[in-house]
């Protein structure tokens, strides 16, 4: 049956996967051997239309020339969507009429009134596969629908609640012509199709196929309150909560292809989805769809917001509470005045030649005219201009010319002006009186220890300074530095781009715009696809916030900076927050959202631990946060937890313990360690294959794996204020198996037991 094989893959499935993965990467080859065949055929008419140029007539020119246009677009249309051509695939029930579409697909929404037996069982009458255009067979049968076409519309707006025809919904992760993975939502998972499940819905077909009907009423109760979710109003914000294992993050994603499709209109500024790690962006995109546009949504790490860096380091926790602090505003704020103190190290004076004599301003005067210029509240690179008049002001006065005709005044005033600003010693002047100020260069100034201490003076204590220093001296950027960069961005205000050339009237009789391709006429000419992709919006239309528990006041400040005029979706758990402030965070928070109204709503079911792993992490809340319930487990697995003490040799009982899981799962097994022991357990697990990964307890945040051993629980809750909480979280990603390897910083009891696991009295 369909929940059998879904079982087998939950529980290990990486043969059904595998196979999965085999059949859709045989259907891509059959698109792209048909893309082939479109793009020669294109090629072959622009080529046949070329000849036409040879026949004299008018007639026989213009339809050379449409000829030529029409297939230029349909081959340039090819070409730009060539590459991660599939992203989706629907199965669907037999609906209640037969009719066809123009794209070869049915029409019928709602399913035949026997296309479900009385038995549960049914037959799957049509598969859809969606993609960014659409391509038919030889035949005229649909081997891609385009994502925009009416058949394609039950991929974005059929719920579990709602399914319609829709039995299994597909996401297919490819790039460039190898198809990655795949992940299923099994909306009506009652039903025995025979269809292999992957990822999350193969619980929910193994949670459906379920014999009593207490387990049914709760899986309808995890597809009602999701659907909730998914189906809200957009209007301004909508905030979710919920533990581990409810599906925070697929129903954020979820709802917004459901708003993307039902108002694309509205969400043309683009959807931006913010994760807190990198890995967890991994495992998103391969949830959510492009959804066949480009540029509609991006997802992105919250240490990779600011085009052009990436947040490649971590930062100690008491090194991060600092950066991550709203007191690091006025720190930036005095730096960014301050950097520009840096260049009174340069020239004391201005010396210009002006009507034939020297003309000076001195140490002091240059003192005052740059308070003049700071006395406003706009960004120091947008001041450079005020400081290059208030110069030629002064100047000007200094020559003691006076004239009583205004206009002959305002023309010697125009050519005094043109001559002083042009003059390379007033330009080279200029240049290092107020230079033009780079986030990175500000940020690199805050390493040197002394400089900061001054900026920092009464906002930092000593200690925190060296911390902070010392941090932004290594080779890279982490998390925290990408909201200072962007803070910076804010305070600094743009730098000064160069002019465009303007076209040269001469071009026009070259006849160089005769050898340009039809792509360089094209907008956006030249430029590749990911490279479009690439470029960063600076404001988005909806933003979706997950794990948004763990967002640092000064990170919020970043991603409000992205919705100032967005709404919003906010996932996340109070009880797996790793910051420590969560009132500043909140205030921070509150700030970035406004004065919009909130719409509130709570995942309540676990679909994804099971009740023996459940109640061990039930443990540690109940010490993080005392008094909050555990989201209910809806599944026994009869497997409790394995606890062991790890003797003097810890990489190597580390390394026995994930051999021994991997032996006992099919899929992922995690070893969830400190952060400061990432790299040594890296090592440790060298040699073991990719089904095993290693990673910090911060890393860990949204991830899941088959099975998990979680070294150490009292190392992972000492290293910060929020420790506990963090070690809630690396309890939670098992699906089926964990192993516990307690150190004596644990005090195990007799069975291994750590101190902070055993149950309270």
């Known amino acids: 049956m369909a929940a059998q094989t879904a079982v087998q893959d939950r529980q290990g499935g990486g043969g059904v996967r595998e196979r999965e993965i085999a059949v859709e990467q045989q259907h891509l080859d059959r698109v792209y051997r048909r893309l082939e065949e479109k793009i020669h055929e294109a090629e072959f008419l622009m080529s046949d239309a070329a000849k036409k140029g040879h026949v004299g007539t008018p007639g026989a020119l213009a339809e050379r020339d449409a000829q030529v246009f029409r297939a230029g677009v349909h081959l340039n249309r090819l070409n730009n969507e060539f590459e991660d051509f599939l992203f989706g695939r629907i199965d669907l029930l037999r609906g209640k009429d037969g009719k066809k579409g123009a794209d070869g697909a049915f029409t019928s929404i709602d399913p035949a009134d026997d296309a479900i037996r009385d038995d549960a069982t049914a037959d799957i009458a049509e598969t859809l596969h969606i993609g960014r255009i659409g391509v038919l067979d030889t035949d005229y049968a649909p081997l891609v629908i385009d994502w925009r076409a009416p058949a394609a519309a039950p991929f974005y707006r059929s719920t579990p609640v709602a399914p319609g025809r829709v039995v299994r919904r597909r996401v297919i992760r490819s790039k460039g012509r190898r198809v990655l993975g795949v992940e ?68 954020a994603l979820h709802r917004a292809a459901y708003l993307l499709y039902q108002d694309r209109r509205r969400y043309s500024g683009g959807i931006l989805c913010v994760s807190p790690t990198p890995l967890l962006v991994a495992y998103t995109e391969g949830v959510l769809p492009s959804l066949g546009e480009e540029g509609q949504v991006a997802i992105r790490a919250v240490g990779s917001l600011v085009d052009g860096v990436t947040a490649d380091l971590y930062d100690e926790p008491a090194t991060a509470r600092v950066k991550g602090s709203l007191r690091m505003q006025k720190v930036l704020r005095n730096a960014a005045r301050g ?87 007033f330009i080279d002047f200029l240049d290092a009186w107020w230079p033009v100020l780079e986030p990175r260069g500000v940020l690199a100034a805050l390493a040197d220890e002394k400089r900061l201490a001054r900026w920092a003076r009464r906002v930092l204590t000593p200690p925190e300074v060296r911390r902070v220093a010392r941090s932004l001296r290594r080779d890279g950027s982490s998390a925290h530095d990408v909201a200072l960069l962007d803070e910076l961005e804010m305070l600094l205000g743009p730098v000064p781009r160069p002019k465009q050339r303007e076209a040269d009237p001469l071009d026009e009789l070259t006849g160089l715009d005769e050898v340009t391709t039809y792509a360089d006429r094209m907008p956006g000419g030249r430029r590749g696809r990911a490279e479009r992709l690439d470029e960063e919006r600076t404001e988005y239309a909806h933003v979706i916030v997950d794990e948004a528990q ?17 709404t919003w979706t906010i996932v996340g758990d109070p009880a797996q927050s790793s910051w420590s402030d969560v009132e500043e965070a909140a205030q921070a928070r509150d700030e970035a959202l406004g004065s919009r109204p909130r719409r509130r709503f ?29 989201p209910r487990a809806v599944r026994s697995t009869g497997i409790v937890p394995r606890y062991e003490v790890a003797g003097a040799d810890l990489a190597a009982d580390v390394r026995a313990a994930a051999a021994r899981l991997l032996s006992e799962v099919d899929g992922t097994v995690g070893v969830v360690v400190a952060m400061n022991r990432r790299a040594q357990a890296r090592g440790w697990l060298e040699g073991l294959g990719e089904r095993v990964v290693a990673l910090g307890s911060l890393e860990a945040k949204g991830l899941e794996y088959d099975a998990t051993v979680v070294v150490s629980p009292a190392e992972i809750a000492e290293e910060s204020p929020a420790g506990l909480r963090v070690l809630y979280v690396a309890l939670t ?12 910083l644990d005090a195990p009891d007799a069975g291994g037991v750590p101190d902070l696991l055993r149950p309270l009295a």
């Open 550 to 566: 763990d967002l640092t006041p000064m990170q919020w400040r970043m991603v409000g900076r992205r919705g100032r005029t967005a």
């Open 733 to 744: 990603r098992a699906t089926q198996r964990l192993t516990v390897l307690a150190t004596a």
């Open 602 to 630: 709570t995942l309540t079911v676990n679909y994804r631990n099971p009740a023996e792993i459940a109640e061990v992490a039930s443990t540690v809340l109940a010490l993080a946060m005392p008094g909050m319930e555990s």
């Open 184 to 251: 299923d939502d099994l909306l009506r998972p009652e039903l025995t199709t025979g269809l292999p499940v992957v990822g999350d819905g193969a619980l929910m077909a193994a949670l459906g196929q379920a014999r009593t009907h207490s387990m049914r009423d709760i899986v309808s109760s995890i597809q009602a309150e999701q659907d909730l979710v998914i189906r809200a109003p957009a209007a301004s914000v909508t905030e979710v909560t919920g533990g581990p294992g409810t599906g925070k993050t697929a129903v």
């Open 339 to 425: 950097c520009l103190d840096l260049a009174l190290e340069g020239p004391a004076t201005l010396r210009v030649v002006a009507f034939g004599r020297r003309v000076e301003l001195s140490a002091g005067e240059l003192s005052d005219l740059r308070h003049a210029v700071l006395g406003g509240t706009a960004p120091v690179n947008l001041l450079r201009p005020r400081a290059r008049r208030l110069l030629l002001d002064a100047l000007w006065r200094k020559t003691g010319r006076r004239f009583d005709d205004a206009e002959l005044a305002a023309e010697e005033r125009q050519g005094f002006d043109e001559d002083i600003s042009t003059e390379q010693d």
